[in-house]
């Protein structure tokens, strides 16, 4: 019976010592992750502050499980566009929720129609922009772009070319893609284009093309800027109308 109680007692510590091991190694992985989180934060200040062409004194930074989320406000619309790119090249990052509001310096804010007469004279100047081939419309500072060109390159091409106008706050482009090629041709085009690129890891990559014109990417890559540039890849292939991105990050 002595030696029974003994084993039990043994037992009784190792279940325990387990117990309080699993609980450390708990504490430990929950401890990692801040850590990793902070250096993710700290990484991501730091690549703001040193982006000379903004301004991110009124930018707040979160973070949590490699998720950026970005708060606060700037003077312009661009500015908050830029702020996205600089973010979304630090590595680590897997995703971003932007909620930067865009608030114009001073009290005379531009007009919605001169906002309108300047985009509609920037986007005809544009020589990637076809002729009247896109329209125009102008509410509280928020851009509508609307109208048909043959390629994704035209329609990024017209809404750069109005992010930038004093006034604007956002800008939503409606612009639709009018090419149309065969679905396999559009595959095919994207693949290639995906092997070419250094940024891509082609082969993590799986590229559905479905009715419309619209093409699902499936996969992933190492990071957020991976991801982006496989997106790239699927919008500058002829006759693709929308592109559907699944492609997870980490």
């Known amino acids: 019976m002595r030696v029974l109680t ?3 007692a043994h037992q009784l510590f190792a ?3 387990d117990r309080t091991q699993g609980g450390n190694g708990a504490r430990r992985k929950n401890e990692v992750k801040v850590m990793n989180d902070s250096t993710l934060r700290q990484d991501i200040l730091d690549e703001l502050d040193f982006e000379p062409s903004i301004d991110a004194a009124d930018i707040g930074v979160a973070v949590e499980n490699g998720i950026i989320t970005l708060t606060g406000h700037v003077r312009t619309y661009s500015q908050k566009l830029k ?3 600089v973010v979304g090249r ?3 990052v897997k995703g971003i929720a932007q909620e930067i509001e865009v608030r114009p310096f001073g009290t005379n804010r531009t007009a919605d129609d001169e906002i309108a007469k300047r985009a509609v004279n920037t986007i005809a100047w544009n ?6 081939a896109v329209q125009v ?3 509280k500072g928020w851009v509508t772009l609307s109208g048909k060109v ?3 390159y035209q329609r990024i091409a017209a809404a750069n070319a109005v992010r930038d106008l004093a006034g604007v706050v956002g800008v939503t482009n409606q612009i639709e893609i009018k090419h149309h090629v065969s679905a396999v041709d559009v595959k095919k085009r994207i693949e290639d ?4 690129n250094a940024e891509v890891e082609a082969q993590a990559i799986k590229v559905a093309v479905l009715e419309g014109g619209k093409v699902r990417l499936d996969g992933r890559v190492h990071a957020w800027s991976e991801r982006r540039a496989a997106e790239q890849a699927a919008w500058a292939a002829a006759g693709v109308h929308a592109v559907e991105d699944h492609i997870s990050v980490g």
Do not use: C, F, H, Y
Not at 127 to 132: A, C, E, G, L, Q
Not at 193 to 196: D, F, S, Y
């Open 6 to 8: 003994r084993v039990n």
């Open 15 to 17: 279940s325990e010592n």
């Open 83 to 85: 702020i996205e790119d």
């Open 90 to 92: 630090v590595k680590g």
């Open 127 to 132: 020589t990637s922009i076809p002729d009247n």
């Open 137 to 139: 419309k102008v509410q």
């Open 150 to 152: 043959d390629w994704q």
């Open 193 to 196: 284009a995906l092997k070419r």
